[in-house]
């Protein structure tokens, strides 16, 4: 049986607390942490209270306690100076010495009405296909994919006469979800249905794992969003994702 939404709030009706709204926890309220406590494990590198993925798969990152002024610290740690982090939730407040570089107004939605189907033009993508995944992405921009990005799930492309033009694929991977992402089509074979159909097969894989898809996009991505929604995703919270720098190392430091 596939996890459903869980319900961001709830209210508690006892005690001196009576009426009080509290946030209770939900998997997908840090995706990111529970991929990589999770399915991407092995992908994860950790200090203390910080999590990320390797810089050359992707620029997420997590803290345990954003709160705690270690975790900031572990994270600047494992980056090193004047790194590009990137976290995903609600707005960080991060120590006075980093620097929030930008903050994208994001929505993050669930697939539980998606229908699955497989499409027999779509081959599953490897390690030989990065260059050509790279170049589809520089055209299409549908969001950061570094050159070891294929190693977070199972991407899907279409080619015509040879060639790359459309490609979806699965990026985190917390307990009982996948990300869809990646989702993007070369603008000469556009409007074809090219990626509501890789969608579709993507997540006939993830469905078939006994898992629920979910994605990200852009708020201001609205012919995105109604695409989702015409395929069955539905809308669960709004997030900011958060591009930081690290601290700059101290002046006089020797260099790494």
């Known amino acids: 049986m596939r996890p459903g939404p869980a ?3 709830s209210r508690t009706r006892h005690g001196s607390g009576e009426g009080r709204v509290i946030r209770t926890s939900h998997v997908l309220d840090d995706p990111i942490l529970a991929a990589l406590r999770g399915n991407h494990a092995h992908l994860a590198e950790t200090s203390g209270l910080a999590a990320r993925y390797p ?19 572990d994270l600047a740690a494992m980056a090193g100076p004047s790194a590009t982090v990137v976290l995903a939730g609600d707005p960080p407040t991060p120590p006075p010495d980093w620097t929030i570089t930008a903050l994208l107004d994001g929505v993050q939605m669930i697939g539980a009405g998606v229908e ?9 993508l490897g390690p030989a296909d990065v260059p050509e995944i790279l170049d589809l992405v520089a055209r ?16 899907l492309g279409i080619r015509r006469d040879g060639a790359l033009i459309a490609m979806a694929g699965e990026r985190m991977r917390p307990p009982g979800w996948t990300e869809v992402s990646a989702v993007c089509t070369d603008p000469a074979y556009r409007g ?5 159909r890789l969608i579709r097969a993507v ?6 794992r006994g898992e629920t898809p979910f994605l990200h996009a852009a708020a201001s991505n609205t ?8 395929l069955g995703f539905t809308l669960r919270r709004q997030l900011t ?4 720098r690290t601290p700059d190392a101290p002046a006089g430091s020797a260099p790494a």
């Open 7 to 9: 319900a961001p709030l």
């Open 55 to 73: 810089a050359d798969v992707s620029l997420f990152s997590a803290l345990a306690d954003r709160s705690d002024a270690r975790a900031w610290a």
């Open 116 to 124: 699955p189907a497989s499409d027999p033009e779509a081959e599953v």
């Open 140 to 155: 299409t921009e549908p969001g950061p994919y570094l050159p070891r990005t294929i190693e977070m799930g199972r991407y």
């Open 192 to 196: 074809q249905g090219l990626a509501g």
């Open 203 to 208: 997540a006939e894989g993830i469905l078939a």
């Open 223 to 230: 012919n995105a969003v109604r695409l989702y929604e015409k």
């Open 241 to 244: 994702i958060a591009l930081m």
